[in-house]
């Protein structure tokens, strides 16, 4: 029988999916999964495309059933179960061949996997897979990382199998070691802060103009026909008209509001931090996601503090497209704090990340696709040197008109006691960046005042103390 041109361990949503989107393309994928009946389960519900499927019961089996050099793509929980399975196949494999761990891994561990592998192989490649269950089954965006000779040796694999923007498929090799897990968890970070921004507005909607779920589905329905068209967006509009089956009340409102998370978005407020990069909107995004869960904590202080009621604020075209205006400049910020943090990444590890790339390659297949994309890409052809997305001509432009309309919106929620973390910590971030003179000239005095820091003085160079006055 003729072997398989690639495995697959662990058949759960995503590994399912992706293997039989192989098999679609015309690839033969040889598969296994730790519980059996699983396995069995798959290949009975796999159809036509199971000609193209090699179940296996062990993974002494799916070594033997695939062509040397042996790619195997790991499709489980991100953590100590890639560790062991990678500690179960190496044994079973060559120094060529390649282990493919595809799950949302901490770009650190797959630093740490590629390093432990190095020399007695197999070789490795962390990839980042994002579209959830539909894009891992028709096309998800693929942003790999590690040794570009085993990227090669998947590429028309892993090209297949991606979405397509037109005739380029989404998938890319971004650079050495971790880099294809770092762009994805930065990719889930403004993922967090886009759809964070879209709850703000639904709250400033419903809590401060007192609409019902069905009337704001066909708000976000039109702007996603303009300049904020994106898939987050529409799915957006068609969770807003959903009604629950059982009571027949719009589905949003019988849907607890906490909201969980796996690790990646707070990752990527931790790297952000570590490298000494703002990326305040998509922090205020997974502070938002913690205090979402803190529902008890909530009502009391509801019962303590009370919250404004709805102002009888009329709705009118003028007062949405402030809205949607708003919600573009802080999109445009949260952005430019996310690739900001990649090109740090990028400096600080040597990868080079091609953001351009990045940005195309997000056009289709994940969950932060859209037509914006587009536009950083263009952005960044046009000033691959470029310090920030805010300084390009582009982006520059859209903020020139689009940041009143943000500081309107931020303002009037804080007077009406709505909270839009996401929204005005990215307007902060801009009213921060425009201001040439802020404010740490008082926090270096501080620092040398107490702590005998010194200071950088605008006229002279060098470390300064001042003659402090202490009052004792
Ligand atoms: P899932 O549905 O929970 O499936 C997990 C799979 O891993 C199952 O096949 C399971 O096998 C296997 N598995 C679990 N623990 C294992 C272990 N210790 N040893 C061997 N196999 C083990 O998970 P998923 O949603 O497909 O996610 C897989 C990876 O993709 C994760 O890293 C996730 O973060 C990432 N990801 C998920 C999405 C998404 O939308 N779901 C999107 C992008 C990336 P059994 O059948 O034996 O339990």
Redesign the pocket.
Request: proline share 4%; charged share 25%; hydrophobic share 30%.
């Given at each position: 029988m003729k072997k398989a041109d690639i495995g697959l361990i662990?058949?759960?949503?995503?590994?399912a999916n992706l293997a039989l989107n192989i098999a679609e393309k015309g690839f033969r994928v040889a598969v296994f999964?730790?519980?059996l009946a699983?396995t069995q389960e798959f290949v009975a519900e796999a159809g036509p495309l199971a000609s193209n499927i090699v179940a296996c019961e062990t993974l002494e089996a799916l070594a033997g059933a695939i062509e040397r050099p042996r790619p195997v793509i790991l499709?489980?929980?991100?953590g100590?179960?890639v560790d062991?399975?990678i500690a179960a196949l190496r044994p079973l494999l060559d120094r060529d061949d390649i282990i493919i761990d595809a799950?949302?891994a901490n770009f650190r561990d797959t630093r740490r996997r590629m390093e432990t592998l190095m020399g007695d192989g197999p070789r490795f490649l962390g990839i980042g897979?994002?579209g959830?269950?539909e894009g891992a089954r028709h096309g998800p965006s693929i942003m790999i990382g590690g040794a570009q000779d085993a990227y090669r040796t998947v590429e028309p694999i892993l090209n297949a199998i991606a979405a397509r923007y037109g005739d380029e498929a989404c998938a890319a090799w971004l650079g050495p070691d971790g880099a294809g897990h770092f762009v994805k968890t930065i990719h889930n970070g403004i993922e967090y802060a886009d759809m964070q921004m879209i709850a703000e507005v639904y709250g400033v909607l419903r809590d401060g103009h007192g609409l019902a779920a069905g009337d704001i589905a066909p708000i976000f329905a039109k702007w996603n026909e303009g300049r904020l068209n994106s898939y987050l967006i529409e799915i957006t509009a068609e969770v807003l008209a959903a009604r629950d089956t059982s009571t027949g009340k719009p589905l949003v409102d019988v849907i607890l509001d906490s909201a969980g998370q796996?690790g990646t978005g707070r990752w990527s407020a931790i790297e952000a931090q570590t490298l000494g990069i703002p990326a305040t909107a998509i922090e205020a995004a997974v502070a938002a996601r913690s205090l979402s869960a803190i529902k008890h904590e909530r009502e009391i202080g509801e019962a303590r503090f009370g919250v404004p009621a709805p102002a009888a604020d009329p709705v009118d075209e003028q007062r949405l497209a402030i809205l949607e205006q708003a919600l573009l400049a802080g999109k445009v910020v949260a952005y430019a704090q996310g690739f900001a943090v990649m090109a740090g990444a990028s400096r600080e590890f040597g990868w080079n990340l091609p953001l351009g790339t990045i940005a195309r390659i997000w056009r289709a297949g994940c969950i932060i696709r859209s037509q914006f994309l587009g536009e950083i890409a263009a952005a960044y052809d046009a000033a691959p040197e470029t310090e920030d997305l805010l300084l390009t001509p582009a982006f520059a432009a859209l903020m020139e008109t689009t940041h009143p309309h943000l500081r309107e919106v931020v303002a009037q929620s804080a007077r009406a006691g709505i909270a839009v973390p996401a929204l005005s910590s990215a307007l902060a971030h801009f009213d921060t960046f425009r201001r040439a003179r802020g404010t740490a000239n008082l926090i270096q005095a501080q620092r040398d005042y107490f702590g005998a820091h010194g200071f950088e003085r605008i006229d002279r160079a060098g470390t300064h103390h001042g003659e402090w006055v202490r009052d004792v």
């Open positions: 662990g058949l759960g949503v995503m590994g999964n730790r519980t699983r499709m489980v929980p991100a100590r179960a062991e399975q799950g949302n897979v994002s959830g269950e796996k």
